[in-house]
């Protein structure tokens, strides 16, 4: 009878070590949380764990009116504010054989295929507006 509850003894003692260990090594992979080096006011923690970097998106705005007297694109890049065959011009578009009214659908036919893409269309105080998106380059 002995040798069961020193069989027993040393199944619990085994056990309790593998726990332990497993625990221990769970808290070694988690992030160690440590005050900032440029510590002013409230605590400010970092973490040595690398965060999750999703996709950077760039946005712009492209307003324009029916009467063709000011459109404006505007991206970080780029601002662009006046008649629309200026802002024609700045997306690099083919050239036009016929000097006329410029469609927004040119504009914003240019603007997808430079990566751009609409996501929002709204009306405005004098015209309407299209937000647009892009993976950041």
Do not use: N
Not at 24 to 47: F, I, K
């Amino acid at each position: 009878m002995s040798r069961l509850k020193l069989f027993a003894a040393s199944v619990v003692l085994a056990a309790g070590i593998a726990t332990a260990t497993a625990a221990l090594a769970e808290r070694a992979a988690a992030p160690v949380a440590r005050p900032s080096a440029d510590h002013h006011g409230p605590t400010v923690y970092q973490t040595e764990a690398a965060m999750r970097v999703g996709i950077r998106w760039e946005y712009a705005r492209f307003r324009f009116t029916p009467l063709q007297d000011e459109w404006s694109w505007r991206c970080d890049t780029l601002k662009v504010i006046g008649h629309p065959t200026k802002i024609y011009q700045s997306f690099g578009g083919p050239h036009r054989p016929i000097d006329g009214d410029i469609w927004y659908g040119e504009i914003l036919t240019l603007a997808g295929q430079q990566g751009w893409e609409a996501f929002d269309m709204h009306d405005v105080e004098r015209g309407s507006e299209v937000w647009f998106k892009r993976v950041a380059q």
